[in-house]
């Protein structure tokens, strides 16, 4: 059982680019998290999906992130006009029920490292 | 507000010696706590949760952690470390103000072990 996958796993971009970060949780899972990792910080969650439904975003910048999961294919983190501050690292993590039920724990992919030039 | 504390940044043991690192919680409710290992450039690695039941929690590789209610404490433990064991380590709560979402992560503590 494959673990979960997220790709690429470095991504360069300039000012003002696109960055878009894939995950693809383990077989089974419908509940996807992601987070990010800023130098020297602990991980702050971002936003919380189930299949083609956002169910909790508080912690997403208001503008330019935006983040998706179909009912075919990955989950999609998407950062507009990336700017310098947006250099972290992204981890994508995903569980088979919702914490709600239990304190299922999250399996966490091997993340996402964004260098903003 | 809910939180979470990794009082030390840095831990230093050498191999053979028993290991602790520190973790205490503030949430409302009972807390749902785990710990995570992470090594350089890799993911997260589940080690071990508490939910309910036994205060002595035990999990991957060794490790254990002993839930303290009177202390909000959640503190990781090993009885003899590795150099292998030598890894970035996050405490985590879940969020209970909404069901089923996120993870509240101190900011880590480095563990050295050294032979």
């Not at chain 1, 602990?42 to 975003?57: A, C, H, P, R, S």
């Not at chain 1, 914490?99 to 964004?114: A, D, I, M, S, V």
């Not at chain 2, 949430?27 to 710990?35: C, Q």
């Amino acid at each position: 059982n494959a673990g979960v996958m997220q790709n690429p796993r470095h991504l360069v971009r300039r000012r003002g680019q696109e960055a878009r970060l894939r995950c693809s949780p383990m077989k089974g899972h419908s509940h996807v998290y992601w987070y990010r990792q800023l130098p020297e910080e602990g991980l702050k969650f971002m936003v919380y999906l189930q299949k083609e439904n956002i169910i909790d975003e508080s912690g997403m910048p208001k503008e330019r992130f935006s983040a998706e999961f179909p009912k075919e294919g990955p989950s999609i983190l998407r950062i507009q006009q990336v700017v310098r501050g947006d250099s972290a690292a992204y981890f994508c993590a995903s569980s088979w029920t919702s914490g709600g039920t239990g304190g299922n724990e999250q399996f966490f992919g091997p993340g996402t490292r964004l260098t903003v030039l | 507000a809910q939180s979470v504390a990794q009082p030390e940044d840095q831990v230093n043991v050498a191999e053979g010696n028993p290991l602790t690192v520190k973790c205490t919680y503030s949430v409302s409710g009972n807390p749902y706590l785990f710990w995570y290992v992470q090594y350089p450039n890799r993911g997260l690695q589940f080690l071990l949760k508490y939910i309910t039941g036994d205060n002595l929690v035990k999990g991957s590789y060794g490790f254990e952690a002993e839930f303290n209610k009177s202390q909000t404490s959640f503190h990781l433990k090993k009885p003899s470390a590795l150099v292998s064991d030598s890894a970035l380590y996050f405490c985590a709560v879940r969020d209970m103000r909404q069901a089923g979402t996120a993870l509240i992560f101190g900011k880590g503590t480095t563990l050295s072990v050294s032979s």
